[in-house]
């Protein structure tokens, strides 16, 4: 069982930047998909940007260019770097992970991930 811990979270003003840590505890293996969502008042979670075992990345459009995500596996940490911040991109934003492989490792199969942390809000103004 995987636990993540994410941190990192603030407030912003717009064209700033932050970013976020999800620390990995449990039996996580190297190999595994990780990715970050983020969900809006009153809006659908929403795919960020996901990592595979192989250190290939996905990216949702909306953030493509400004984000960058990446992990350390010695540390069993992934990041999220958040440059150019925009007012819509505030949310609480979650970490996931799961044993996914192929296009199972994306933002847009939220679903298929087994392991959520309990997320970290961001306010950008």
């Known amino acids: 069982h995987v636990q993540l811990v994410e941190s990192g979270g603030g407030s912003v003003q717009a064209g700033g930047s932050l970013r976020l840590s999800c620390a990995a505890s449990?039996?996580?293996?190297?190999?595994?998909?990780m990715g970050w969502f983020r969900q809006a008042a009153g809006k659908e979670r929403e795919g960020i940007a996901t990592?595979?075992?192989?250190?290939?990345?996905i990216y949702a459009d909306s953030v493509k260019g400004r984000f960058t995500i990446s992990k350390d596996n010695n540390k069993n940490t992934l990041y999220l770097q958040m440059d150019n911040l925009k007012p819509e991109d505030s949310a609480m934003y979650y970490c996931?992970?799961?044993?996914?492989?192929?296009?199972?490792?994306?933002?847009?199969?939220?679903?298929?991930?087994?392991?959520w942390g309990q997320g970290t809000q961001v306010t950008v103004s």
């Open positions: 996931a992970a799961g044993p996914l492989i192929g296009d199972d490792c994306s933002p847009r199969r939220p679903t298929k991930f087994s392991s």
């Open positions: 990592i595979d075992g192989d250190g290939s990345v």
């Open positions: 449990g039996y996580l293996y190297s190999s595994y998909c």
